[in-house]
């Protein structure tokens, strides 16, 4: 069991023992000799839901390290710290001069810190706290902050997106200059896109924000990222939704993604987000702001925005693969699904043993839509007899859509409507940059090591 003793929270078994021996406690700065060396770190708190045979330290990088109880030798106390669990919240100082931005929290890893019950990351800093922990967002605006939400990102759905959508157009109308959205970033394009279709027109930046390692991380992204999304929500003229995070790997600077052409492209990179089939809006950092492009919509003074925050879950998107049984599209029909959206294969195909069940989807009322895999291109239907069997059956090609832009954008579609025309009018009507008319020559870039021209590039120009 547990001991209830603080001093050596979530110890027990032979950690415990080890510890009460060499008179070590919970937060003290360790010198630990063990038969592979010496380490020195903060003795953290236990999970306890771990063993009982190892101690955990957080070493000096910031990273943390656990040792097994069998192979210490000896354990020597240098000093202890002050257990803090909270980040205090601060109240923002505010200045006339500045332009007024509002923070919504709904949770993930930049409004996260470490829980030492569980060991686990958890949604726990509030907007707040976040201010406490990052003071130079005062050098760019004055900020209000709202939690509306505390979950991880994959516990995002329809009631959040509407909640999110009308929590913006409340604050725009009572007199924001910007809108900064922290959101994990696990499903945060799929919140990008639908927030371009429930909030339209807006007069002011609507910037998603988010990071991929946690604020008690030496190499955390969040500090930069907030910093960077909070002055592009201040000072931007890009009055969309977009997304900014790291651009390159390194401290430099942030990307303005747009909402409906982003995407998450690595499980752990902190420049996991990328623009596909497009080039990003543009580049910020602590002190500047660049547009690569000017086809976006421009900042207004009026206070005069669409929300359109409607949202129906009956929806799926089905990858294909080969070999997949009609048994797949019929199952989602049989269970009342409204919406399917294909990612399929080269142009936007399936194989020939899927018809069957996409004729009786369509024929039952169920609105099918084609998008690509490949993520870079265009679902061209009418090249080969595949594209055009498929048409003929009822679905019908988005162009180069995004699958999961495509899913949020048919998932409020059908909020809308069920009437046919009217779903086929909502979802080919281009909204936000979701359907571009062509990719542009530098949209489609894919850097591989060891080729010689990005050898090239990366000796001569990015060191």
């Known amino acids: 069991m547990t001991t209830p003793n603080e001093d050596y929270k979530g110890y027990r078994g032979t950690a415990l023992e080890t510890l009460q021996k060499f008179g070590a406690k919970v937060w003290s700065e360790l010198r630990v000799t063990n038969t592979e060396g010496v380490f020195e770190g903060l003795l953290l708190p236990r999970n306890e839901t771990a063993g ?5 330290l957080k070493l000096p990088n910031g990273y943390n390290i656990g040792l097994a109880t069998a192979k210490i030798t000896d354990i020597q106390v240098r000093g202890r710290r002050e257990a803090i669990y909270k980040i205090p919240e601060r109240t923002f100082p505010q200045d006339p001069g500045k332009p007024r931005v509002t923070l919504l929290g709904t949770g993930g890893t930049i409004a996260s810190r470490l829980d030492y019950r569980t060991g686990a990351v958890i949604p726990a800093f509030s907007p707040g706290e976040l201010y406490g922990s990052v003071p130079e967002l005062a050098n760019i605006c004055n900020l209000k902050t709202e939690k509306l939400y505390g979950v991880f990102s994959e516990n995002m759905g329809p009631e959040q997106w509407i909640g999110l959508a009308n929590a913006i157009g409340r604050e725009i109308r009572d007199g924001a200059d910007g809108i900064v959205v922290g959101h994990g970033t696990d499903t945060m394009a799929h919140t990008a896109a639908v927030l371009s279709f429930m909030v339209q027109d807006s007069p002011v930046p609507i910037v998603v924000v988010g990071s991929q390692r946690s604020s008690d991380r030496p190499s955390s992204d969040a500090a930069l990222n907030l910093i960077n999304s909070t002055k592009a929500a201040a000072e931007s003229d890009i009055a969309e939704v977009i ?22 492209m690595h499980s752990s990179y902190r420049s996991t987000f990328r623009t596909i089939g497009d080039i990003p ?19 207004r ?72 895999q490949t993520l870079w291109g265009y679902s061209q239907m009418y090249v080969y007899d595949t594209g055009r069997d498929l048409m003929g059956l009822g679905v019908v090609p988005l162009a180069n859509m995004l699958p999961e832009t495509a899913f949020m954008k048919l998932g409020w ?51």
Do not use: W
């Not at 997304?243 to 998450?264: A, I, Q, W």
């Not at 979802?427 to 571009?436: F, R």
């Open 52 to 56: 009982p045979g190892h101690i955990v």
């Open 243 to 264: 997304v900014v995070m790291f651009g390159p790997t390194s401290d430099e600077y942030c990307l303005m993604h747009r909402g409906t052409r982003v995407r998450k």
């Open 281 to 299: 809006l543009g580049m910020v950092d602590p002190e500047n702001i660049i547009h690569f492009r000017e086809d976006y919509r421009r900042r």
């Open 301 to 372: 003074k009026d206070r005069n925005v669409t929300i359109d925050a409607v949202f129906d879950d009956r929806v799926s998107i089905l990858y294909y693969y080969p070999g997949m049984k009609p048994d797949m599209v019929d199952s989602l029909v049989e269970r009342g699904y409204r919406g399917i959206v294909i990612a399929g294969t080269g142009l936007g195909h399936v194989n020939r043993p899927l018809y069957p069940a996409l004729e009786r989807a369509t024929a039952a009322g169920v609105h099918v839509f084609m998008t690509v």
């Open 413 to 463: 579609a059908l909020g809308h409507s069920n009437d046919r025309q009217e779903v086929l009018r909502l979802m080919t009507t281009p909204v936000g940059g979701d359907i571009t008319e062509r990719e542009p020559f530098d949209g489609y870039l894919v850097y591989q090591g060891g080729v010689p021209e990005v050898e090239e590039f990366l000796r001569n120009y990015h060191k």
